[in-house]
């Protein structure tokens, strides 16, 4: 088992120690009646979203659908997104910031190889989509439409996008020295965006034991790329 694998073997119990604290420190910040309420009624909408998304399909899920579902009026839906691909967007919004802060939270990521950091980035997004797995797959085809809200040239997409590149930029300047920055670092970011969807669609079609074939993939492909990248050449 190599050292990104065993990674996920050794992780996995802290983080799920740290998810739960994190939501038990949540709880305890005090916040106004008002806002809690809110922030309930958004939770109920997009958890009956990604459940109708799941089981009867993007498509085939209507706000009028989601709102019986969460046990509000339609009218309240609209009061928090205008339409369901709105939600679908603020469920992906909420994997890149969760991910985000996995791999920025984890003391033992700090000083680890930049290979293990983008390891973590991209397990924790996947780990975060995998109950959702079949309207995962069917998101990813609306977001190949060029007109689709969920496309990958829509404003909110975009934003989505700009936030995910600039982290990862973030962790290349804490793992590799300025003097050795080359054309290819400085590319690196937005080559790992694609790479992240290659990933994704590679996960999705996978039907190995835990997703082990992706877990591999993972593996080997960041342990070449980050090689190369040191290298500064192809």
Do not use: C
């Amino acid at each position: 088992m190599s050292a990104l694998t065993n990674y996920v073997m050794t992780t996995k119990k802290k983080a799920t120690l740290k998810r739960t604290t994190r939501r038990a420190a949540a709880a305890k910040r005090p916040q106004g009646r008002r806002a809690q309420n809110k922030a309930a009624i958004r939770k109920r909408i997009v958890t009956a979203a990604l459940s109708l998304f799941q089981t009867k399909g993007f498509d085939a899920t209507t706000t009028k659908a989601i709102a019986r579902k969460a046990g509000i009026a339609e009218g309240t839906v609209f009061n928090y997104f205008r339409t369901k691909e709105d939600i679908a967007l603020h469920f992906f919004e909420q994997e890149v910031d969760q991910a985000i802060a996995a791999v920025r939270d984890n003391p033992r990521l700090r000083k680890a190889p930049i290979e293990e950091r983008l390891f973590a980035l991209v397990h924790s997004q996947l780990e975060f989509l995998a109950p959702y797995e079949k309207f995962i797959g069917a998101a990813f085809i609306h977001a190949l439409k060029p007109a689709s809200p969920l496309g990958i040239f829509s404003h909110r997409a975009q934003e989505l996008r700009h936030r995910y590149v600039g982290f990862v930029q973030e962790l290349l300047d804490e793992s590799m020295p300025k003097h050795r920055h080359s054309p290819l670092t400085f590319l690196a970011p937005e080559v790992f965006w694609i790479y992240y969807l290659g990933a994704l669609l590679y996960w999705l079609h996978d039907s190995s034991p835990g997703k082990q074939n992706t877990l591999a993939f993972l593996d080997r492909s960041l342990s070449i790329g980050v090689s190369v990248l040191k290298q500064g050449k192809l």
